[in-house]
Every structure is written in C-alpha cells, then in structure tokens.
C-alpha cells in the first residue's frame, strides 16, 4: 500500500466539502475501494471515510417506499422489521404479473397443444376440424374462450383482494 490522507467526515456536507476540497475518494465498506488502492488501480491521494456519517445510515418507510442508507450494513437490511414490513407491498404487483402471465400463458398452451400431441384443447380444435365436425369445433373454440375468460376472472378478483388489502391503487 502507498501513504495517502485519511480523513473522517462527520456529516454529508462535510463529506462533500472533504471529497471537493482533496479531489480524493469516498470510502464505505473499502471491499472494492481498498483492494483497488492495493493493486495500484487506483491511487487516491486522499480518502473519505463516511463510517462515522449518521446521516448515511439507517433503513425508513416512506409510504410505497423504503429508503436504505448508503452506509446500511447488508445484515441490517436482512434483518429489518422496516424491510420485512414492506414486501407485503409487492403482493399487489405479483398477483397482477400472474394475471398477465397466466393469459399469456393460455394462449400460448392452446396452440402447443395442435403440435405432436394426442389430446388437450387445442389438439381438439385440429381433430375436430379434420373430421369436419363443426359442432365440436365450436363448442371447443367456446370452452377454450370461457376456460381463459373464468381464470382471467379468479386471478382479477385476487388481484383486487390483494390490491384493497395492501392499499395499492392501480392495475
Ligand atoms: C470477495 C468479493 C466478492 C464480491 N462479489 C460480488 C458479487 O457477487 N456481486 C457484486 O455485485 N459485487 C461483488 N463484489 C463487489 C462488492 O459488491 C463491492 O466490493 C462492494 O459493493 C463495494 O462496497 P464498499 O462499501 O466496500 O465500497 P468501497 O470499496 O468503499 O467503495 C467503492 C467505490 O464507491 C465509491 N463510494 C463509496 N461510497 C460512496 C458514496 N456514498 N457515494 C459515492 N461514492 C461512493 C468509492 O469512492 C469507490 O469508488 C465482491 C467483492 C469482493 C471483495
């Protein structure tokens, strides 16, 4: 290692006046900063030390979000009650991104179901049609769009339960 300044910032702003005043570097967990400084990559003549910026530490709730400090410990933010509070917030956005990925889902499975197979919905469509039987075409293709209309109507009215219940607005 080669000599170099180090200094304790107190605060963000005498941080920033620090890292402007030296032109140095700022250091948080010195695992990438120091390792660098070693192997010459990189060289700073001064470094920033934020270890002692409380400012930069802690994890709140604000509403939809969760701000984390820069200076947050990776262990405190697997074990924050603030954090484990928050995912319930991503329910909402999982049961909607089911609901997609089921319709995407089904329109894609009836259309497999045409290629190599001996059975399934969409090989009934094709049977159907081969034998000319315009009755059971209909009433395939019908059962396929209500099938694909009543989970699209389960997975909405979960969405929406899970929606109302942790407060989201929106789709
Ligand atoms: C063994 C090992 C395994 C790793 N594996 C992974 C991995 O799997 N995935 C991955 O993504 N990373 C990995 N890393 C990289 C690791 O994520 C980084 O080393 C780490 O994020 C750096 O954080 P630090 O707090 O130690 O930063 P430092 O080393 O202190 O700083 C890194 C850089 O950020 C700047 N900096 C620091 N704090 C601030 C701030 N508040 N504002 C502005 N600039 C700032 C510094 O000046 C420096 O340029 C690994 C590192 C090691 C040593």
Known sequence: MYAFELHHAKSVADAAALLAKTGGKALAGGQSLVAAMKLRLA??????????????????????????????????????????????????????????????????????????????LGYAVLNARDNVDYAALAATMLAIGLLGFLLDRIFRGIHRIVRSRTGKQGA
């Open 43 to 120: 060289q700073p003549g001064h470094v920033v030390d934020l270890s002692g910026v409380a400012e930069l530490k802690g994890i709140r709730r604000e509403g939809d979000h969760v701000t984390i400090g820069a200076m947050t410990r990776h262990a405190e933010v697997a074990s924050s009650d603030v954090v484990k509070g928050a995912i319930p917030a991503l329910a909402a956005p999982i049961t909607g991104a089911v609901r997609v990925a089921l319709g995407i889902s089904w329109v894609v499975l009836v259309p497999a179901e045409m290629l190599g197979v001996t059975n399934g």
